[in-house]
Nanobody, 128 residues
Framework: QVHVVESGGGSVQAGGSLRLSCTASGRVISSYVMGWFRQAPGKEREFVATISLSTGWTYYTNSVRGRFTISRDNAESTVYLQMNSLHPEDTAVYYC?????????????????????WGQGTQVTVSS
């Protein structure tokens, strides 16, 4: 029902910054939870950050907390991921996803399998 498209990926050196954008189309409801995930070559897709579209509450995986900031602009149906102090370990394809039926714990314990709509990903490469 909801379609999302990511943009903003690129190549930077360690310590640099990037801002990813995720624009949603379709029937986006304020109760939805938006999330960012990433997948590096040979590794499982992992959670990065989530945001509640209604409250703006956010949650981050430990490895990015303090460096990444997720935010939303509901008027533009867009979610952002500001990534600062990037590490080579952050290199991955980053995906935006929408959870259209979040359970009470979805924001703080997100599971990729529970997200309904996924973008095609945007590549982030961080060199040392």
């Amino acid at each position: 029902q909801v379609h999302v498209v990511e943009s903003g990926g690129g190549s930077v050196q360690a310590g640099g910054s990037l801002r990813l954008s995720c624009t949603a189309s379709g029937r986006v409801i304020s109760s939805y939870v938006m999330g960012w995930f990433r997948q590096a070559p040979g590794k499982e897709r992992e959670f990065v950050a989530t945001i509640s579209l209604s409250t703006g509450w956010t949650y981050y995986t430990n490895s990015v907390r303090g460096r990444f900031t997720i935010s939303r602009d509901n008027a533009e149906s867009t979610v952002y991921l500001q990534m600062n102090s990037l590490h080579p370990e952050d290199t991955a394809v980053y995906y935006c996803a929408m959870d259209e039926a979040p359970r009470p714990g979805s924001l703080f314990s997100p599971r990729a399998s529970e997200f309904d709509s996924w973008g095609q990903g945007t590549q982030v490469t961080v060199s040392s």
